[in-house]
Structures are given as structure tokens and as C-alpha cells.
């Protein structure tokens, strides 16, 4: 229970539908923080849902696995000219790693959490499916669950959207029910943003802008870590008043390459082979796949290879993809089923 | 489910002495004491005969009880008063604390410091014992000294402080105070803390009611007011004098001197038996075994297990302990004294702190031996 709405809700569902529940808190970043879900007063927002539901909560600290898991990886990601994705390596390790055990060892039989996505079984074997407010859909960031982590996994909100979601908080009554979304990275204060964080970590890089193909210098930045390739902002124009985009950062040479979209744009992502989650028998060279690399995406059309390492061919180009990104693989099916996740590898 | 309490130094039971003397003061009228009519007399009354026991617990002068909002607030009027006296009147003022003090002190401490270019706060180091370092006090005095703050006892490990030499060891160069909130319930106050200049107490760790505590002074200090207002409290703390607080105070107090004896022999023979049971458990460490301890406190590490899942099981089975130090979301934390007494993060993450009192029952006692082997095997298993 973060705080929210989502999982208060889920809380609620759960109760109604006769399960025995108990609400944990996970107090993750030992920080200061404006967003997301670590505050004092999100803690009491979930307590006090809690009481109204009449359950037990407890507050477990995962500071320390936070700043090891989550954090540092982050930091270190950054530092490499990457771009890691904090949530999803905070669902990996702390919520569906830690809590999953630490649920086992208490006796729980499931465990629940307000993410939009669902869980399906077919033939004995669990499956996530995307969840029914496409807008609000979080499966990305459930990729990289295992089948036994989906067997003991409850989500009891994925089935409805959000305004239905909210419609039933305010149906149980519970405080939580208009708050606003988080927005956020929770350990990053949005009155500061992610460069004020960054400089509290390591030493930033300054770095040139420089045209791919003329090699003209179109600008600067001050901190090459935040450059992602992909992203406009933050770059000029150049002189044939095109926008320009990053295609590559190199912080070692303290250079940041941009190029039109036209010449930025890939049709290949290649895969970590040691980040997969699917076996060979679930995926093979020259499956159809859809494939989504950001939390609220649409997933896109592509095929998967296994030919000089595992690879998507996109059937359209995209902007490029920065490494340490992941891409989750949909099935192209009703529903849509997650199939597996990876990390982006550099091309 | 039975509950099993074993965190008094949370909070200890309210004593029903304390819930009867108050009574009074709860319902209908309730004179403001600074008036002059018979209501606001009455209320007076009450509140000086609640002066004279509370000074009595310490043998101090009534004049010299202030009445405050509980033991966080005492601390705070004595460190931040004394502090901004001397920094008004002085070029720099450094304040001289343990590192295992509590939040009430270090937080007070530390704001000062950040607030006031011209304060400096300087730690005092513990041995691993948990025991203050005298010779590390002594090499952190200096003439800009304003305050020397030691607590009486540790309230996670329960390990008691050698006031005594602290008090020698500055030899009136600069103000004393202590925390004497965890210490109250067990140690005699007269004779333990008769050489320091401030004393603050709190009334829930006694039996008696929350927001309530007081700060005392064994000598005429001057210091300012953290709280102005209405000039109550001989001008020390504004606001309307809580009767009710006071008269519940002074109740906590009286219970507590004249169970003192009955209350030490129970809680010593509690501890005893709690800890050649600890000793049993795998991976299981009394902390400060060979240090000078309340009797009411047993604190344990286990190596390998989480406090939070150890808390858990033994919640589920009705029985109330703590890790100790939590923060203000109601996670257990790392804990700043353990951290100071140099024990390795694995142990430190694995706390309980176990605090019971007089009125514990032996069965209660027998029971949490019993929960506790269970819960720690399972964990272990």
C-alpha cells in the first residue's frame, strides 16, 4: 500500500472479496522527497486506508536495498551515458524480489499490489496481460516477473480504469480516493528535478553538441548524464533550421552526436542476453512480437532474431532506444500478454 | 488473542493512582492557574502540590520544577535555551552531546547548529559497551562550552551512563543536563543525578500521561524561553499550565518512588530470566551484557533476521515489542546507538528491544519466551 489510490483500492476489493489481508507499507527511499511514494504522509495515507478497512499495517524499511538495487544502479547507469529505469528495477528486486520472500516467510499466501495489469492463468501456467486502462497500464514495469512470481501475485485493480478505481475508493470511503497520480521518480524531488539529484551523486560531465554528419559544434550542456539518445530537448536546431535529436552520448569524450529524425531513426534494438526472461521454447528466432521500451507506450510491431546476438527488427522505424532501457515483448493477442523483457544492449 | 505489553519503554501502562488523581481535573470547570479567583486558585493549588512531588522525585527545589509537554520538549527547552543565551552573548558556542543520545537532543542539537553560524555541536563517543567515553568527553570540552547533554540511560539498549563522571569531568565550566526520561521508572534521581544543573523527565514512561514532562533545575542557570508567551512557568515556558498533566505527573511520580524497591526486584528477576533465555537462541546477542542496564530493558540482535519480520510474527501473536529506533513513518531503522557502539549493520537490522515493568505478571514473561523461541526458529528455519 503506497498511498494511493490504486492500492487502497486494491485493499478494499480484496477484503470485500473475503480474503484475509494485512497492508505493508514499503518505506524504500530514506531521503528527502516531494513525489512519489516514500513521504511521511503517504505512510499515512496508507495507514490510515488500513484502519478504515480494518486490516493490519505494517511498515517495512527497504531503505538500505533501495539505495543498492535501485539507486546506485541509477546513478551508475547515468554516469555510463545510460538511461536505467528506476521503477522497473524497484518492482524486480524490492517488490516482487524482497516482499515476495519476505511474504513466504510470514505465511502469506499472495500478494497483492494497485498495479493496472492482470494476471491470467491458461493451462496451469500464470501470464500478465496488459491492464484495462490502457492510459494507466503498468505491465511495462511488471515484465520481468516470473511465472512463480505471477501464481502468488494478486492485482485486483487491473480489470477496472481508473475512474472506476476512484469511484470505489470513494464507495469504501477512503481518504485516498481523489489524490492525484504520482507523477514522479520517487526518490528524485520534482521541485529539483533529476540534474540537482545527479550532482548530489557524482561529478557531471559537460559535453559539446555536435551535427552527426557535418560535425559542426550547434551548443553545450552541462551535464552530457541527463542526455538520452532519442531527445530533443535541450538540443538547437541546426543551421537548416531542422530540428536536431541525440543519437549518441559519449561521456568519455565528453560528445554528444545529434542528427535529424530522419537520420536518427533505428530499426534495430539489440537485446542483453543475460537480462532475458523468456526461454528459447517461449520465443523463437522470427516470432512476431509487439514491443514497448518506455512505462506508457504503445507497443510496437516487431520481429524477434537471434542472429549475431538477440535483436527486434522494428517492421517501422522509432527513435533510437538508450541502453539500459528495457523492452518488454507483448504476444499480438487478445489479451495482450506479456512475454518477456530485456535490457537494451549497445548496437 | 492475549496481548502480551513488552514495550514499556515506549510507553509504560497508565497507573490507575495516575488515571484517579486526574480525574478531577478533567471534567467541567478547570480554573486557568494564573487567575486570581477560587477556580483559577484552586487550579494553582493543584499544580504547586504537583510541583512539590515532581521536585521531590529529584530533590530539587519546587521553585526550581518546570513544567513542560512532555520529555522532548524538556530536552528542547534546556539544550535550545541554554544554547541561545550563550549564543547572544558570546562570539561562538559549542554544545557538547552524546552520540547515542535520543532524537530529542541530537535533533535540537543539530537544528541549532544549522540555524546559527556561530554554534557547533561536538559527539562524544561510546565504547562498545554502549558506555560513554569519558576521556572522549573531556577531549571535546572547550571554553566556548555553553551545555554538556548525557542521557541517564539509553532508551534502546537501556545501558546506564556514568552522570557522575560527567558531571566531574566538566566541573562547572559549562551547564549539565540529562535525559533522565528512560532512566525515571528505575534509577533513584536524588542521589544518581545530584551533580547535574538540568534534568528532564516525562511522565509516560511512569504511568502517567503523555504530553506531559518537566525540566528541573539543581541550580539558579539562566536561559531562555523556547516557548514565550505568557510569562507561566516563571517565564520560561508560555502557555496555560496543564493541570490535569501536572496532577497526573506528580501522581506518576509518587507511584513510581513508593514501588521503587518491589519495582527493581521484579523487573531484575524478568530480565534475568529473559536473557538465559535469549541466550539459548541462535545467532542471538544480548547487547551490553556486561555494561550497568535498567532492569527493564533487554536488547537483542539476531544475526540474519529482519526486525520488521520479527516484529511481524510476534505481533501476530499478540505480543508488543519494538526494534528500538523507528523513524516517523513507523519503520525500524538503523539504529543510531547501535551504529555508535560499532555493531556491523547485519546484527543492528536484526533488533528487539524487549521493556516490561512492576506490573508485568511472570506468566506474561514465561509466555514471551515461549512466542519468541517459536517465532525466531521459524525465521530461522
Known amino acids: 500500500m503506497s498511498g494511493g489510490v490504486d492500492s487502497s483500492v486494491a485493499a478494499g476489493l480484496l477484503i470485500e472479496q473475503g480474503h484475509e489481508v494485512v497492508g505493508a ?25 488500513a484502519q478504515v478497512l480494518g486490516i493490519d499495517h505494517h511498515v517495512f524499511n527497504y531503505t538500505d536495498e533501495f539505495e543498492k538495487h535501485v539507486v546506485e544502479p541509477f546513478v551508475a547507469g547515468h554516469a555510463a551515458g545510460q538511461s536505467p529505469n528506476p521503477c522497473i528495477e524497484c518492482n524486480r528486486f524490492l517488490k516482487f524480489g524482497l516482499l515476495f520472500e519476505r511474504a513466504k516467510r510470514l505465511g502469506f499466501e499472495k500478494v497483492a499490489t494497485g498495479h493496472h495489469a492482470q494476471v491470467i492463468e491458461r493451462d496451469g501456467k500464470h501470464f500478465l496481460v496488459r491492464g484495462e486502462d490502457n492510459q494507466k497500464d503498468q ?28 469511484a470505489e475508493g470513494e464507495r469504501l470511503g477512503l481518504r485516498t480516493w481523489d489524490k492525484p497520480d504520482s507523477q514522479d521518480v520517487c526518490f528524485i524531488e520534482a521541485s529539483k528535478g533529476r540534474e540537482v539529484f545527479l550532482r548530489s551523486r557524482i561529478p557531471v560531465t559537460s559535453a559539446k553538441i555536435v551535427d552527426r554528419t557535418t560535425g559542426e559544434v550547434l551548443g553545450e550542456t552541462e551535464t552530457a548524464e541527463l542526455m538520452t539518445v532519442g531527445q530533443r530537448r535541450g538540443v538547437l536546431p541546426g543551421r537548416d533550421g531542422e530540428k536536431r535529436y541525440v543519437s549518441k552520448v559519449d561521456i568519455a569524450s565528453q560528445r554528444v552526436e545529434v542528427g535529424t529524425l530522419e537520420q536518427i531513426l533505428i530499426s534495430r534494438i539489440a537485446l542483453d542476453e543475460s537480462s532475458l526472461t523468456f526461454s528459447h521454447e517461449d520465443l523463437r528466432d522470427g516470432a512476431t512480437v509487439l514491443a514497448q521500451w518506455s512505462a506508457h507506450g504503445i507497443p510496437k510491431r516487431a520481429t524477434l532474431r537471434n542472429e549475431n546476438g538477440w535483436h527486434i527488427e522494428l517492421h517501422e522505424p522509432a527513435r533510437p532506444v538508450a541502453v539500459g532501457q528495457s523492452v518488454v515483448l507483448y504476444r499480438e493477442s487478445e489479451p495482450t500478454i506479456v512475454e518477456g523483457a530485456a535490457i537494451v544492449a549497445p548496437s | 488473542m492475549t496481548q502480551l505489553y513488552f514495550d514499556h519503554a515506549a510507553s509504560a501502562p497508565r497507573r490507575d493512582e495516575v488515571v484517579a488523581a486526574m480525574e478531577q481535573w478533567q471534567h467541567g470547570v478547570v480554573g486557568n492557574p494564573s487567575g486570581a479567583h477560587r477556580a483559577a486558585r484552586e487550579a494553582r493549588k493543584a499544580v504547586e502540590d504537583a510541583r512539590d512531588e515532581v521536585a521531590a ?19 528542547h527547552l534546556a539544550v535550545a535555551g541554554v544554547v541561545n543565551k550563550h549564543r547572544r552573548n558570546n562570539p561562538t558556542t559549542s ?35 554502549g558506555v560513554l567515553d569519558i576521556s572522549s568527553l573531556e577531549s571535546q570540552l572547550s571554553d566556548d562550552t555553553a551545555l554538556v547533554s548525557v542521557m541517564s540511560a539509553n532508551n534502546e539498549t537501556g545501558v546506564i551512563q556514568p552522570i557522575g563522571a560527567v558531571a566531574s569531568a566538566v566541573g562547572g565550566r559549562s551547564v549539565t543536563h540529562t535525559d533522565a526520561v528512560g532512566a525515571a521508572p528505575y534509577i533513584d534521581l536524588v542521589e544518581f543525578t545530584k551533580d547535574i544543573d538540568m534534568i528532564s523527565i516525562c511522565s509516560h514512561k511512569i504511568g502517567g500521561p503523555v504530553n506531559s514532562g518537566a525540566l528541573i533545575l539543581r541550580s539558579d542557570i539562566s536561559f531562555d524561553a523556547v516557548i514565550p508567551g505568557g510569562g507561566q512557568e516563571k517565564g520560561h515556558r508560555g502557555g496555560t499550565v496543564d493541570v490535569a498533566a501536572a496532577v497526573g505527573l506528580a501522581a506518576a511520580v509518587k507511584a513510581t518512588m513508593k514501588d521503587h524497591e518491589q519495582t527493581v526486584k521484579r523487573a531484575t528477576a524478568y530480565q534475568d530470566q529473559i536473557i538465559a533465555a535469549a541466550k539459548q537462541l541462535k545467532n542471538c546477542e544480548v547487547t551490553s551484557i556486561t555494561a550497568a542496564r535498567l532492569p527493564g530493558t533487554v536488547h537483542l540482535t539476531f544475526d540474519g533476521i529482519a526486525s520488521d519480520e520479527l516484529l511481524f510474527l510476534l505481533d501476530q501473536e499478540g505480543v508488543c515489542a519494538s526494534a528500538a529506533a523507528s523513524c516517523s513513518s513507523g519503520a525500524a531503522e538503523p539504529s543510531h546507538v547501535l551504529s555508535a557502539m560499532g555493531v556491523p549493520l547485519s546484527k543492528a537490522r536484526g533488533s528487539l528491544r524487549l521493556s516490561f515493568g512492576g506490573e508485568t505478571k511472570p506468566e506474561e514473561v514465561n509466555a514471551l519466551i515461549e512466542i519468541l523461541g517459536q517465532v525466531v526458529s521459524r525465521l530461522q528455519a
Do not use: Q
Not at chain 1, 514499503?26 to 490510515?48: E, F, H, N, P, Y
Not at chain 1, 514495469?141 to 505471477?150: A, F, H, I, R
Not at chain 2, 522525585?57 to 530536552?75: D, S
Open chain 2, 95 to 129: 554544545v557538547v552531546v552524546s552520540k547515542i543520545e535520543h532524537h530529542a537532543v541530537l535533533d535540537c542539537v543539530e537544528m541549532l547548529e544549522r540555524d546559527y553560524d556561530n554554534v557547533s555541536v561536538r559527539y562524544v563517543d561510546v565504547d562498545a559497551e
Open chain 1, 25 to 49: 507499507t514499503l518505506k524504500l527511499w530514506g531521503g528527502v522527497s516531494d513525489s512519489g511514494c516514500c513521504s511521511v504522509s503517504d505512510v499515512d495515507d496508507a495507514r490510515r486506508v
Open chain 2, 57 to 75: 522525585f529529584l530533590g530539587a527545589k519546587p521553585g526550581n520544577v518546570i513544567f513542560t509537554g512532555g520529555g522532548t520538549e524538556a530536552c
Open chain 1, 139 to 166: 505491465s511495462y514495469v511488471l515484465g520481468y516477473l516470473t511465472e512463480e512470481e505471477l501464481s502468488m501475485l494478486l492485482l485486483p485493480i487491473g480489470h477496472m480504469n481508473k475512474t472506476t478505481v476512484r
